[in-house]
């Protein structure tokens, strides 16, 4: 596997160690060998490990291992099998959006609860192969879930390093029952990034945050699998919400590989919705910036996406705007819970974050970007049951914009 720097363009080297970032700072980037993939082969392939069992390479990610990691050794890999996730419509859902189609991928269905399985299982392999046996990480709760989920399975140390602004408590405790070491810091997520640069090495820690950039390898399984659901036909776009833009990175350079392969006729466009208190990316666009500027006190009620410093903004700027001729908007925490409650009432369910790419989706169709005859696929990226509070509130707004109010039940008399 080839890491190459996004800023210096020079090849970053060192068989056997971590990598996070180039000397220079920038963001490494891992290139594909597409030489010798043909993309009729590989679909045919693909379609035998769907009714594969039990071997690593019957999962949603490890399916596609040669467009992934094609050198890992099988024997490093740690799985659950993630991915394999439903892809659902609902016409309730498609009205309040006002596409022709919509889909939801709903990556909700993970193990661990949230689409993070799909890159950590490819993070926490890869560290073992490169012997390391603790694992750390940042979060504001779905990372360190998966992190520590994978790393119990390996029989590895999982150390959290705990923000103490913008988690979530049930996403906190899930992290603690599979047996992660929690270590609080002051400061929220942004902070906890900067400690772990500075200082994971030196504890021979092996970083799973999303600057990883095996973390994104492995969360592009989520643009294979959709297009492999679809029978390799895309829609016309991809929307998903944004945070430390990962997903957005890594979905822009999956699809970008698909098409290149030809596994796919062409690239759909990419919507990154982020929710207003915390939407650095956004702006950054909206004020035609050329860096992006932090936002230092992010606040939304989507607690995973509370980051007000995505360390990906450079790769989801290469990939999913500039690649997939991406566009950016952001919602409201209001926005997000009605779209929430309608998801919820569908049957498919999400956690407040992954709310926030129908609610996106909503205002682009309504302000004339997303044109109602054209078809689109949310990313639903975390479970209904990750923030019970913010179910109980998504409720109450649901039942005051309803209007009204239930008499109580009467007993029912046995009869
Ligand atoms: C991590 C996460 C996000 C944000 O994804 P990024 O890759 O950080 O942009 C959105 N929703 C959920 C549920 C998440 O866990
Ligand atoms: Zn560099």
Request: with cysteine; charged share 25%.
């Amino acid at each position: 596997m080839r890491f190459i720097c996004m800023e210096c363009g020079c090849e970053a080297s060192g068989s056997g160690q971590a990598l996070y970032r180039c000397e220079c700072g920038g963001l490494l980037d891992t290139v594909l060998d597409d030489r010798g993939l043909d993309a009729d082969r590989l679909k045919r392939l693909f379609d035998v490990r769907l009714s594969e069992r039990n071997t690593p390479l019957s999962g949603g990610v490890w399916r596609y291992k040669e467009l992934i990691h094609p050198e890992l050794p099988m024997d490093s890999i740690v799985t659950k099998n993630e991915g394999n996730t439903g892809l659902y419509e609902h016409a309730d859902l498609r009205e309040y959006a006002g596409t022709r189609r919509l889909w939801l991928k709903a990556q909700s269905e993970n193990p661990s609860g949230s689409f993070k399985d799909n890159g950590m299982t490819v993070a926490v392999s890869h560290g073992l192969w490169l012997g390391y046996s603790r694992f750390a990480c940042t979060s504001t709760g779905n990372t360190s879930s998966s992190m520590a989920m994978y790393a119990a399975l390996a029989g590895a140390e999982a150390v959290v390093y705990l923000p103490d602004q913008g988690v979530s408590l049930s996403k906190v405790l899930q992290t603690e029952a599979y047996g992660a070491q929690l270590v609080r810091i002051e400061g929220g997520y942004d902070a906890g990034i900067r400690y772990l640069e500075e200082h994971a090495e030196a504890m021979r820690l092996y970083v799973c945050n999303s600057l990883n950039p095996l973390r994104i390898e492995g969360q592009k399984s989520i643009a294979f699998e959709l297009a492999h659901q679809l029978d390799w036909r895309m829609p016309d776009w991809i929307v998903l919400p944004g945070g430390a833009l990962s997903n957005a990175a890594a979905m822009g350079k999956g699809l970008d590989e698909l098409k290149r392969i030809g596994l796919i006729a062409s690239v759909p466009r990419i919507a990154i919705v982020q929710a207003e208190g915390a939407a650095p990316f956004h702006r950054m666009l909206l004020n035609r910036e050329s860096s992006l500027r932090p936002v230092d006190q992010p606040a939304t009620i989507a607690s995973a996406l509370h980051i007000g410093n995505p360390p990906n903004w450079p790769k989801a700027l290469r990939y999913a705007i500039e690649r997939a001729r991406g566009v950016t908007v952001s919602v409201s925490d209001r926005d997000i819970l009605e779209a929430k409650a309608r998801i919820d009432r569908s049957g498919i369910g999400c956690e407040p974050a992954s709310a926030a790419a129908l609610a996106g989706l909503r205002r682009l169709v309504a302000d004339g970007t997303i044109h109602p005859e054209e078809t689109a696929a949310c990313l639903l990226t975390g479970h209904l049951l990750k923030d019970p509070e913010a179910i109980a509130l998504s409720l109450s707004l649901w039942k005051d914009s309803k209007q009204t109010v239930q008499p109580a039940p009467r007993p029912l008399e046995p009869d």
